[in-house]
C-alpha cells in the first residue's frame, strides 16, 4: 500500500480546510461593496441618502472568529443634520466598522445604526437562517449591551417567516418587539438573493418612522 507522505497529507488537509473556509462566502467576499439608495421619512422629514458596505476580507474585531469586518460609510454632506437634532443617536460618523455572517446555518448583517439610523436597532435585523422554505418560520433574541442610553440592557424579539421565491429571489418578513418600548411592534419587509444578498429592506416603526433601503 502506498502511502502519502505526511507533508503532502497536511498540504492537502489545509488546501480542503481552506477551501471550505472561503466557500462559504459568496455574498461577503473580500472587496465586495453593496451601495444602498435610502429613503427615510418620519412626519415632516423626508431624506433621501446613501449608504456603501464595503467587506474588508478581515474579521469583525467583535467576533473575528464567525464575522467579516463590512465598513459602512455614510454620506450626509448634502443633509441638513440639524432636521434629526430630536431624534435619538448614537453619534454622528462618516464610517463605522461592523459585521457580516454568512456560513452554512445562516447569513446576515448588522445594518446602519449611526447618524440618524439608531432606530433600526430596534427593527428585524436583515437574516436568513437556512434552509430556505416557502412558509418556514424562524426567530432570534436580541441582546443590547452597555452604550446604547435608554436601550442599554435591554433586549429585542425577533420573528421571521419566508413568503415565496421569485426568479431566485426570496421574500422575507420579520416583526421585532424591544423590551425598551413595550406594546411596539416594528417590522421588516425584505428580500434576498442568495448571489447578491439583501436587495431591498423596508423598514416600519411604532412611531410612524419608515426607512427604505435599495441596492444599485
Request: aromatic content about 14%; overall charge neutral.
Amino acid at each position: 500500500m502506498n502511502l502519502l507522505p505526511v507533508k503532502t497529507c497536511l498540504i492537502i488537509t489545509f488546501s480542503i480546510l481552506t477551501w471550505a473556509a472561503s466557500a462559504q462566502y459568496k455574498i461577503f467576499t473580500a472587496g465586495s461593496v453593496f451601495n444602498y439608495a435610502i429613503e427615510y421619512n418620519k412626519g415632516n422629514i423626508s431624506v433621501r441618502d446613501t449608504v456603501i458596505m464595503e467587506i474588508t476580507g478581515k474579521g469583525w474585531k467583535a467576533a473575528p472568529e464567525t464575522s467579516r469586518e463590512m465598513v459602512i460609510h455614510y454620506s450626509f454632506a448634502h443633509i441638513d443634520t440639524s432636521i434629526f437634532r430630536g431624534i435619538p443617536d448614537i453619534g454622528w460618523v462618516h464610517t463605522d466598522s461592523t459585521g457580516a455572517v454568512e456560513n452554512e446555518k445562516s447569513c446576515w448583517i448588522h445594518p446602519p445604526r449611526h447618524n440618524q439610523y439608531r432606530i433600526l436597532e430596534l427593527a428585524p435585523f436583515p437574516r436568513i437562517d437556512y434552509p430556505l422554505e416557502e412558509g418556514r418560520r424562524y426567530k432570534k433574541i436580541l441582546f443590547i449591551s452597555d452604550g446604547w442610553g435608554d436601550l442599554s440592557n435591554t433586549k429585542v424579539y425577533w420573528n421571521y417567516i419566508i413568503h415565496s421565491c421569485v426568479e431566485g429571489v426570496w421574500r422575507i418578513s420579520a416583526t421585532a418587539e424591544p423590551t425598551a418600548t413595550p406594546g411596539a411592534i416594528n417590522s421588516l419587509d425584505f428580500t434576498f438573493s442568495v448571489n447578491q444578498g439583501f436587495l431591498t429592506m423596508d423598514y416600519r416603526f411604532q412611531d410612524g418612522t419608515r426607512i427604505m433601503m435599495k441596492q444599485f
